[in-house]
């Protein structure tokens, strides 16, 4: 079995934080000048470990072993959150190097194949999950003409002042890879409350959006009475509330929504608010239960209009992401593997969060390892795991992928 080197892990891990260090967190969105510089060190640090690496047109950073395949492709994204924690994503990009790098120098397993790689932009500074879109050729060209970050910069010009215009976009090879491992953070509580090790991904969760808009009568807040309003702030009030009654009666143990947006117009005090409009997310493995809560949204705006004095309405807001189901086979081995690092402290688990195996597993079989997050916090500053859980997880990536590619040789 190749063993992980723990110091030359988390030497690297500590390295890339610095790219865009801020306090414990980092600021790294896609294609800015650090993220940049972060993208250069990634692939210098792949050629130290004797990989060819080239970054594409885009940003992904790909190394390439030169073993011929089977091979397996390992890694996650580099970018951050504006304000993100320095774990996410980076975790499972280093765990691709070391994990490529161990298995070059152990004799045994010196002969096996892993590429490790770094997507861009998972997290939506442009357009979400661009890279693996990118590389899998179902990058759509309206939406990299339409996507530009928060500050109107559009993605061409990003890419142009990122200096890739000209460099060849990777595309996902016919005959290399045989799978597709991404270790992550788990982002929630569930492994560090069961006080367990390791989490077996079995899904990614679907995730549905609705608009909920509120037209009502905007007038004087102090001189029209309460009985002939037409409030639609209190409206929006009131939905909120039924439907987290409606969401609870159709709720299995993970599903999860959130209100995440709410106006009120024009939003001065002294007027009576003539509309509203909320943004309602869901989510849950199950695809038939979000088209239940999609349905319950619909239904409960269309009873609100019934019921006056406020027109409701509720529309989709976002192209719905299906649930992801992960390689059972995969899926298999990475369970083996933590049985025999760490028995009986290890789950299986779907993700309640969306990552790049969404866009590939259509295109190439692909399983998720995740390790315990501290107080269950990500998207934040106060992101952080334990050194040992991080050193515990990569042993046991490790020693899946190659159980996996020992497999894919014998067949």
């Given at each position: ?148 970050n928060a500050d109107g910069v559009t993605l061409r010009e990003a890419i142009a002042a990122a200096g890739l215009t000209e460099l060849p976009r990777e595309r996902l090879p016919a005959d290399r890879y045989i799978g597709y491992l ?83 117009e024009p939003g001065a005090p002294s007027i009576i608010p003539g509309c509203a409009r909320m943004l309602l997310q869901f989510r849950d493995a199950s695809e038939a239960l979000l088209d239940r809560m999609e349905a319950a949204a ?67 079989p692909c399983a998720m390892l995740f390790i315990p997050s501290i107080n269950g916090i990500s998207h934040d500053f106060a992101e952080d795991s334990k050194r040992e859980d991080i050193v515990t997880g990569c042993q046991v990536l ?14």
């Amino acid at each position: 079995m190749a063993r992980i080197n723990p110091d030359r892990l988390l030497a690297d891990l500590d390295q890339l934080r610095t790219f865009g260090a801020c306090g414990n967190g980092v600021m790294r969105p896609s294609l800015s000048p650090v993220d940049m510089q972060a993208r250069h060190w990634l692939a210098q640090r792949m050629r130290d470990a004797g990989l060819e690496a080239r970054i594409d047109g885009v940003g992904n950073v790909i190394g390439r072993c030169v073993r011929p395949g089977p091979a397996l492709l390992i890694g996650s994204h580099s970018d951050t959150q504006p304000r993100g924690g320095w774990l996410d994503g980076a975790m499972g990009v280093i765990y691709g190097l070391e994990i490529a790098r161990a298995l070059a120098e152990e004799p045994a397993t010196a002969h096996l194949a892993v590429d490790p790689v770094a997507w861009v932009d998972e997290e939506g500074t442009f357009l979400g999950c661009l890279g693996s879109r990118s590389w899998c050729g179902v990058l759509e060209p309206d939406d990299e003409a339409a996507a530009r970050n928060a500050d109107g910069v559009t993605l061409r010009e990003a890419i142009a002042a990122a200096g890739l215009t000209e460099l060849p976009r990777e595309r996902l090879p016919a005959d290399r890879y045989i799978g597709y491992l991404e270790a992550h953070i788990e982002q929630g509580p569930y492994l560090e409350e069961a006080r367990l090790d390791i989490g077996v991904v079995t899904s990614i969760v679907g995730i549905r959006g609705c608009t909920v808009e509120f037209v009502g009568e905007q007038n004087h807040a102090g001189t029209t009475p309460m009985a002939r309003r037409k409030d639609a702030g209190v409206a929006l009030f009131d939905y909120a509330v039924k439907i987290r009654e409606r969401f609870q009666a159709l709720a299995g143990e993970r599903t999860v929504w959130t209100i995440g947006r709410a106006t009120l117009e024009p939003g001065a005090p002294s007027i009576i608010p003539g509309c509203a409009r909320m943004l309602l997310q869901f989510r849950d493995a199950s695809e038939a239960l979000l088209d239940r809560m999609e349905a319950a949204a619909i239904a409960l705006a269309e009873e609100a209009t019934t019921a006056g004095p406020v027109r409701v309405s509720a529309r989709r807001a976002r192209t719905p992401v299906a649930p992801t189901i992960m390689d059972a086979g995969l899926q298999r081995h990475i369970a083996d593997a933590a049985e025999k690092r760490v028995p009986g402290r290890w789950m299986r688990m779907p993700s309640a969060a969306g990552h790049d195996p969404m866009v590939i597993a259509p295109h190439l079989p692909c399983a998720m390892l995740f390790i315990p997050s501290i107080n269950g916090i990500s998207h934040d500053f106060a992101e952080d795991s334990k050194r040992e859980d991080i050193v515990t997880g990569c042993q046991v990536l490790a020693d899946a992928a190659e159980s996996i590619l020992r497999n894919a040789s014998a067949a």
